[in-house]
C-alpha cells in the first residue's frame, strides 16, 4: 500500500488534527465543530507558528488547520517546518485574508488548501473531507457576497484604502465575525446538544467577539474621521492625573505580567474629553504590553508646566530602529506584521491629539525601549 492510500486509510478511522489559532475562540469553536464528527479528532492546539512545530512533531497529526497572521511566527513561516516534523500532514490554512490575497503564497510555501474564515461550520467540515478524501462531499458553495465586497463598494483603486489596507481590515473583522457565526449557528441548528453550561459558554464566546468587532468597527469609522477632520470632542476640565491613575487601575487584567510604575505631579486640570483621552493612553499602554519582555517595566509619567500637560508612556521593548520612526503614525503603520492589529491605534491617537490642539510623539530617546508623549495644552 502506498504512503497516500495509508494516510487515508488512517483519516478515514478518525483523522487527528491540530489547531493553529492565536485566537481562544476560534480554537473553541473548531474543536466544538469537530468534535460533533465521527472521522475528526482534535490532539492538540497551538496559539503561534513556533508552538504549532513542536506541537506537529509532537503528536503527528494527519491534519493541521493553520491560521496566518499569529504572533512570534505566522502560519507563512511555520508551513515549511510543519511541514518537515510531519511530511505526510495535510496543512489547511484557515485565515480571514481573502483567497485571492495570498492562497498562491500559502500553497507556494508548502499547504495543501486554503479555506476562508467564516465559511459556515457544517461546509468547513464538507471542505476538510473533501480535501482529506474522507468521504465524498459536494464542493463548499461561494458566498454571493465575499468578505472584501463587505468594506469596499469598488476594487479599491482610486480611493484612499488601498487593495492591501482593505484585506487587512477584512482579516481582521473575519476572526470575531467567524466565532459568532459559527457559535451562533450551532446554537440555532442543535440546541438540545448543549447544557446550560455550554449555552453559557458559546455566548460569552459571542459576546467577546461581538465586542472586538465593535472595537475594528469603531477604530475604522475613527480612522476615517482623522483622515476628514471630523473627530467630534465632548470637552470638560479634568484632573489627567486621576484620568490616568483609574486608567492604569482599570487595565490591571491587561497589564497583568507587567509591572507598572506610575509618576505624578498631579492634581493637573486639563481641558478635556476624558473617553478620548483614556482611548490615547489605553492604546500607548497596550502596544507597550505587546512589545515588552514579560516582567518588563512599564512606565506612565504624568507631569506639566504652565502651558502644557504631558502623559510619557515608556516600555523596555526592542525599541524603533531611526530609518522606521516616521511610519509608526501612518494609517496601517505596522513595524511588526507578527502582532495582530491593523495599525490604526497610533494613528487614530495622534488624530484625536490634535483635536485637542496637542499632539502624540514618539520620544527620541532610541532602543532599547521606546517612549511616546501625549502632549495637550492646559488651557
Known amino acids: 500500500m502506498s504512503e497516500s492510500c495509508e494516510l487515508v486509510a488512517v483519516m478515514t478511522m478518525a483523522a487527528r488534527v491540530l489547531l493553529v489559532d492565536d485566537t481562544p475562540d476560534i480554537r473553541a469553536l473548531l474543536r466544538l465543530v469537530l468534535s460533533r464528527q465521527d472521522d475528526f479528532e482534535v490532539v492538540a492546539e497551538a496559539a503561534d507558528g513556533s508552538e504549532a512545530i513542536d506541537m506537529a ?19 507563512l513561516e511555520a508551513i515549511p517546518g510543519v511541514r518537515a516534523a510531519v511530511p505526510d500532514c495535510k496543512i489547511i490554512v484557515l485565515s480571514g485574508f481573502n483567497a485571492d490575497q495570498m492562497a498562491a503564497e500559502a500553497m507556494s510555501a508548502g499547504a495543501d488548501a486554503y479555506i476562508e474564515k467564516g465559511t459556515p461550520p457544517l461546509r468547513l467540515v464538507s471542505e476538510l473531507r473533501r480535501i482529506c478524501g474522507l468521504r465524498e462531499a459536494a464542493p463548499p458553495e461561494r458566498p454571493d457576497v465575499r468578505p472584501l465586497d463587505i468594506v469596499s463598494a469598488g476594487d479599491g483603486a482610486g480611493t484612499p484604502w488601498g487593495r ?11 476572526s470575531p465575525l467567524a466565532v459568532i457565526e459559527g457559535f451562533a449557528s450551532l446554537l440555532e441548528r442543535k440546541p438540545h446538544l448543549f447544557d446550560h453550561h455550554q449555552v453559557r459558554e458559546h455566548a460569552a464566546s459571542i459576546s467577546r467577539s461581538a465586542r472586538q468587532l465593535r472595537s475594528l468597527l469603531e477604530a475604522i469609522t475613527d480612522a476615517r474621521r482623522v ?15 486621576a484620568l490616568t491613575q483609574e486608567l492604569v487601575q482599570d487595565m490591571a487584567t491587561i497589564t497583568a505580567g507587567h509591572r507598572v510604575h506610575v509618576r505624578c505631579d498631579g492634581p493637573i486640570d486639563v481641558t478635556l474629553d476624558a473617553v478620548r483621552i483614556r482611548q490615547v493612553v489605553s492604546n500607548l499602554m497596550t502596544n507597550a504590553v505587546k512589545f515588552s519582555p514579560r516582567d518588563g517595566v512599564i512606565e506612565v509619567t504624568v507631569q506639566a508646566d504652565e502651558r502644557w500637560a504631558e ?4 516600555d523596555q521593548g526592542p525599541g524603533i530602529p531611526h530609518e522606521r520612526r516616521a511610519q509608526v503614525f501612518r494609517r496601517f503603520g505596522r513595524l511588526d506584521t507578527a502582532v495582530k492589529g491593523m495599525g490604526l491605534g497610533l494613528y487614530i491617537s495622534r488624530g484625536l491629539a490634535r483635536a485637542h490642539g496637542g499632539d502624540l510623539v514618539l520620544l527620541d530617546e532610541g532602543p532599547p525601549g521606546a517612549a511616546f508623549a501625549l502632549r495637550l495644552p492646559r488651557h
Open 57 to 75: 512533531r509532537e503528536h503527528r497529526p494527519d491534519i493541521v488547520l493553520l491560521d496566518l497572521a499569529m504572533p512570534v511566527m505566522d502560519g
Open 164 to 174: 492591501d489596507h482593505l484585506a487587512l481590515v477584512t482579516h481582521e473583522i473575519m
Open 227 to 241: 483622515e476628514e477632520s471630523a473627530l467630534t470632542l465632548d470637552r470638560a476640565r479634568v484632573d489627567l492625573v
Open 311 to 314: 502623559v510619557v508612556v515608556r
